[in-house]
């Protein structure tokens, strides 16, 4: 079976959109095997295991977007069809939910969707002002596996003091500035003082600009995009005076996935890890298993981080389903003695919410489990000036920091 660094997700889109999907799923791992393979009931109580894809009902000459068919590609006897999506309008009853997704997203122009959401993007908007004295600057930095651009927000209270260093890993169509904007991570850096950098992802990488979390490749230390999401990070701590003790990382959806992979791969590095509609490290190892892990858990082993970490996800999420929040968690638990605290509360926007704690003996927090009743896939109490935001939910970015900065490593512990 291919894996995802075989797979060139840009041919994929382009092949899509013009109507050349047997040429575009053959790209994809299981798209279209050589004989269906009968697919047996899991036994109870199990979670089934990817198999192949059943072949698709495909058309070579496929009718070109009009008005009348909804700007959609169509196949000829479903031309006059209004409005219709690629997946529907090609006719194919027999296609898994989770390929007629992902047919459908390739095939929308401009669609904030992907392996991140369903929410839609908003209108970019110009940056805000910065403080004075602040630096938001655009850095590249380079290793075996690539180059990788990323944003530095360094705050005006900076006059050369140690300070704590924030990761911050975007979830897929995103980017540094919209990031920013959406979880106003700045701002409170801004308060109190503290560098925050944005790592961004190469659509030359993936498509979507999502991060490869699915990747058995990018889920290792030193290979693939830890390597380089780490790199920036002693880069940083090479240029500035960080305090190496309060190092952290955080990410929304592929990259909240990827901040569990950074603190699986890399707990001499990170003190504490937030972790935003994201997936365990190890859920998946391509994208069939991918799709898998996002509708119901994947199969993570025992693999952790083994860091303190935060997790929001919220209960309607229908994008990565809200089970992988507990096998983020279990994967991170490294005590038995824990003490757990439930309370529930309700935010000022109205998202209603119940947070477990797991503290150690002296109170302090180890383990976060935010519950968001009635929230989707998208930043909790972030700014409509970003994507994939719920400005109705608690602040996640404040709690976060909170969190944060309880933990700090000692000397010992990063050698």
Known sequence: MKTLLDIDMSEATRLTREGRLDEAMALLPGALPS??????????????????????????????????????????????????????????????????????????????????????????RAPAPLPEGARFEKRDYANEAGTRAYKLYVPSGFTGQPLPLVVMLHGCTQSPDDFAAGTRMNEIAEEQTFLVAYPEQAQSANASKCWNWFSAADQQRDRGEPSLLAGITREIMRDFPVDAGRVYVAGLSAGGAAAAIMGATYPDLYAAVGVHSGLACGAASDLPSAFTAMRQGGSPGSRGSRVPTIVFHGDRDTTVSPVNADQVLAQSRSAADLQTTVTRGEAPGGIRYTRAVEADETGRSILEHWVLHGAGHAWSGGSAAGTYTEPRGPDASREMMRFFLQHSKTPASRS
Do not use: H, Y
Request: zero cysteines.
């Open 35 to 124: 004989a269906p393979s009968p697919v047996s009931p899991p036994p109870t109580g199990t979670q089934p295991e990817p198999g192949p894809f059943p072949r698709a009902k495909v058309f070579l000459d496929m009718v070109p977007p009009s008005p009348e068919t909804g700007g959609s590609w169509t196949a000829p006897e479903d031309s006059a069809r209004q409005s219709a999506g690629p997946s529907e309008a090609i006719g194919r009853p027999d296609m898994p939910e989770a390929m007629r997704e992902f047919l459908d997203r390739l095939g929308q122009p401009g669609s904030a969707a992907g392996l991140n959401g369903r929410a839609g993007l908003r209108k970019g």
